[in-house]
């Protein structure tokens, strides 16, 4: 079946400029989380949804950062003025509800360099 | 605060060498442990988890809660086995985020 996807895959945007990643989880996949990979911090986790609610926003580096989800679905990371450090590779995962397992699926990610 | 520490940047091993790529981690309560993979140009998977303590791809490894310790390994490397490994830590309860280690780059010599 479809895995998660996001996009767009690369966004190159000036400093200063809002922009609006988006992900597609896996269907019937009710939690999902956004992180952050870049060449001096790793991964880092951003934010949790578990259906329509964020339960878990402690990862968010600036009030610049927001997130949301609806239907239980499609999810919008958006950063306002960006800054030179926001650049990285945003990866999104979704996993089922409880499985215990923590088992999360990852996207391709978007490539976001700001200039 | 729980975290993962992956001591080695790249680790170079030649073809049918074995492999151990090192993990250790501090959290205070019972994790769960999770090794991912990500290939050339393709995107981050699971590899295994210490629940399952299934072998995939001749991967093992195991969690040794004295040495908090997760160390993976395999007794003969292939040169398909060339990526990028993160070990990672997921709580067992509340969001299930996952902290990830800072990866090892492994490289197989033919």
């Known amino acids: 079946g479809a895995g998660v996807s996001q996009s767009p895959s690369n966004k190159v945007t000036e400093k200063g400029k809002d922009v609006e990643l988006r992900c597609d989880p896996i269907?019937?996949?009710?939690?999902l989380y956004w992180y952050r990979q870049s060449l001096g911090q790793g991964l880092e986790f951003l934010i949790y949804?578990?259906?329509?609610?964020?339960?878990?926003k402690s990862g968010l580096p600036s009030d610049r950062f927001s997130a949301e989800r609806t239907g239980g679905s499609v999810s919008t990371l958006t950063i306002q003025r960006t800054q030179q450090e926001d650049s990285a590779v945003y990866l999104c995962?979704?996993?089922?509800?409880?499985?215990?397992?923590?088992?999360?699926?990852f996207g391709p990610g978007t490539r976001l360099t700001v200039t | 605060a729980q975290r993962v520490t992956q001591p080695e940047k790249l680790l170079s091993v030649f073809k049918g060498a074995p492999v151990e790529l090192k993990c250790n981690y501090s959290?205070?309560?019972?994790?769960?442990l999770f090794w991912y993979v990500q290939y050339s140009r393709q995107r981050l998977q699971l590899l295994l988890r210490?629940?399952s303590r299934e072998s995939i791809k001749g991967f093992t490894a195991d969690l040794n809660k004295g040495e908090t310790s997760f160390h993976l390994k395999k007794p003969f490397a292939q040169e398909e086995d060339s990526a990028m490994y993160y070990c990672?830590?997921?709580?067992?309860?509340?969001?299930?985020?996952?902290?990830f280690g800072k990866g090892t780059k492994l490289s197989v010599i033919p």
């Open positions: 995962a979704s996993s089922l509800e409880r499985t215990g397992s923590g088992e999360q699926y």
């Open positions: 269907s019937g996949h009710t939690a």
């Open positions: 949804f578990q259906g329509n609610s964020a339960p878990d």
């Open positions: 959290y205070s309560g019972s994790p769960e």
């Open positions: 210490h629940i």
């Open positions: 990672a830590l997921s709580r067992k309860a509340g969001s299930y985020q996952l902290t």
